[in-house]
């Protein structure tokens, strides 16, 4: 399966995860990544195209802080899958260590490594100013230079550096590659679907996170498109929080948690480990109007329900946006019985969606 644009001939439509690596009342980070890991090993077997780790940090209830060390677990206990970053917050990187990061990790899984790359700094303003004292990082301003410089980094040629002096050194993220990762930029917002197009590189709209201003992004993305050595027409995918279960009681029910730690980020309130589904359920009975309404807006941008329903809104979601290929981010939660180390919702979220499309090629 791969990520084209749509033609006159319906392709299947691909599936894909992305993992922000969620962490519940009294799970561990170990648990939490040991149920990651378990997750992606699963995804592999059902044919999945790709498994991608979200950078985000200081977050009590996210694990996905490190996506490089997270993806090279991900490669060691993969087969086929494609593994990478959904995304790299590159403003708290230095660009050659990115490189060097990615250029390893292509070694290790050859053929396999996505990096995508995005602009904001996933994080609150406190712990970006820690970032910045604490290491070196990227200046955002020169963001679209640092993505030139990432690329031929990373490529078997490694990148030239020209002194004023007009001496050159050269320059290799790592010093005998014979591929390179695959380069995304990420966003939701106009600019960074501008700068793909201009760059020739495949690009993602972050509909998991903020859905508003999709359809423009994609149609500035297409439409300024430039054929590169990278790529020769545009290449794109969609992201949805989805939840698939037997019956839609028990999907609205995993959805939970996950909403109200939404609601409390929008509301500004301090984040709090995910909810089991029995402390989310108890907590949402006094909800007042107000939080029921926002909850209501957020859960109308998800996919739940039983896997026939899910299954039928995803496809109708790529028509809409012509694409083959749409990443899911499984945001089921747990039962308050169910293991510390492992994550049997987001185990059947994947499971039903890869019967249901027709995905499955083991089981």
């Given amino acids: ?38 997750l992606a090993q699963r995804a592999d077997a059902l044919g999945y195209t790709r498994y991608w780790f979200a950078e985000h940090h200081n977050m009590p209830s996210v694990a996905s802080t ?30 050659l260590v990115v490189a060097e990061q990615f250029a390893a990790l292509e070694a290790l899984a050859p053929g396999r490594v996505d ?28 963001f679209p230079g640092h993505i030139s410089d990432i690329l031929s980094l990373v490529s078997p040629e490694g990148a030239t550096v020209r002194f004023s002096t007009g001496g050159e050194y050269g320059v290799h993220a790592t010093p005998a590659a014979i591929g390179a990762p695959e380069v995304w930029l990420l966003g939701s917002s106009d600019y960074s679907a501008q700068l793909a197009a201009h760059l020739g590189l495949p690009y993602v709209f972050a509909n998991h996170f903020s859905g508003d201003g999709l359809e423009r992004a ?10 590169s050595e990278y790529l020769d027409a545009p290449k794109t995918f969609l992201t949805v929080n989805t939840v698939a279960a037997p019956t839609e009681e028990e999907a609205l029910a995993r959805a939970l948690p996950q909403l109200r730690a939404m609601v409390r980020l929008r509301t ?46 995803l496809r109708a979601f790529a028509a809409r946006s012509g694409v083959d290929e749409v990443m899911v981010s499984p945001v ?18 994947l499971e039903l969606l890869a019967a249901e499309i027709g995905a499955a090629v083991a089981g």
Avoid: C, K
Wanted: no cysteine; glycine share 8%; proline share 6%.
């Fill in 1 to 38: 399966m791969t990520t084209t644009e749509t033609s006159t001939t319906a392709a299947p439509l691909a599936l894909s995860v992305l993992d922000l690596v969620p962490v519940r009342t009294g799970q561990s980070s170990g648990q939490a990544i040991a149920a990651s890991m378990a």
């Fill in 66 to 95: 490190t996506p490089p060390v997270l993806v090279a677990a991900a490669s060691a206990r993969t087969q086929r899958i494609r593994v990478g970053s959904g995304g790299v917050m590159l403003p708290n990187h230095s660009p």
């Fill in 115 to 142: 990096l995508g790359i995005g602009r904001a700094p996933g994080s609150d303003p406190v712990i970006t100013q820690l970032l910045r004292m604490s290491g070196t990082t990227s200046d955002v301003e020169r």
């Fill in 218 to 227: 994609l149609e500035l993305y297409r439409t300024g498109f430039v054929a």
């Fill in 268 to 313: 500004n309130q301090p984040s709090i480990p995910l909810e089991t589904i029995e402390q989310a359920q108890a907590a949402h009975a006094g909800a007042d109007a107000a939080t029921d309404e926002l909850h209501a807006r957020m859960r109308a941008r998800w996919l739940v329900g039983d896997a026939a329903h899910v299954a039928t809104e």
């Fill in 332 to 349: 089921s939660g747990s039962f308050a019985h169910e293991a510390l180390d492992a994550a049997p919702g987001r185990v059947q979220t």
